[in-house]
């Protein structure tokens, strides 16, 4: 079974600084894909950010940035100048190896402070 | 239509009660997804639709959940007799094969009084 660890359910950061939310996930899948979610009060699920296993490169785009260490299995999302905007639930979730169901962590929320 | 449509967007029904919530996906996705986001927790998977194969049902919590996919597009998650244990956010996603265009929509939040 797969599972995926969010271990910080909240988060605070100021407006333009930087902040790392982290996520863990345990898995027997050798090809799999991570993904970060954004979920604001609109509840819709916005990809942030993917990344494939088997791909040693870091993904990024834009402002966020994922630090992914297979062998600790663990799959960070860093957001730099943080904006107001920003401020949201976000979920980890990995994909299994059939590539279509997603397990998702608890999330973190995340406050902007201006 | 432009992205994935779930109606209604809030339902309240009383206990014991069978409710059914419709998600309209992006047109042209062969995949149809069906997840339940209760409060503090992240999404559950439910139910997943893809073309005409048989759906896979391994995330349906009991016998009394149970969905349908009419025509490869629209869908519907019915809930029979409903506890108030099913309150939830209940969200649709769909895709082409792609997961990278893993679209969903704004959910229905239901409440079970």
Known sequence: ?????????EMSVQEAETVTLSCTYDTSESDY???WYKQPPSRQMILVIRQEAYKQ????????????????????????DSQLGDAAMYF???SGGSNYKLTFGKGTLLTVNP | G????????NKVTEKGKDVELRCDPI????????????????LEFLIYFQGNSAPDKSGLPSDRFSAE????????????????EDSAVYLCASSPWSLERYTFGSGTRLTVV
């Open chain 2, 2 to 9: 432009a992205g994935v449509s779930q109606s209604p967007s």
């Open chain 1, 92 to 94: 980890c979730a990995q």
């Open chain 2, 69 to 84: 996919r009419t025509g490869g597009s629209v869908s519907t998650l019915t809930i029979q007799r409903t506890q108030q």
């Open chain 1, 33 to 35: 894909y991570l993904f």
């Open chain 1, 57 to 80: 490169q870091n993904a990024t785009e834009n402002r966020f940035s994922v630090n992914f260490q297979k062998a600790a299995k663990s799959f960070s999302l860093k957001i730099s």
């Open chain 2, 27 to 42: 047109s042209g996705h062969t995949a149809l997804y069906w997840y339940r986001q209760s409060l503090g927790q992240g």
């Open chain 1, 1 to 9: 079974a797969q599972t995926v660890t969010q271990s910080q359910p």
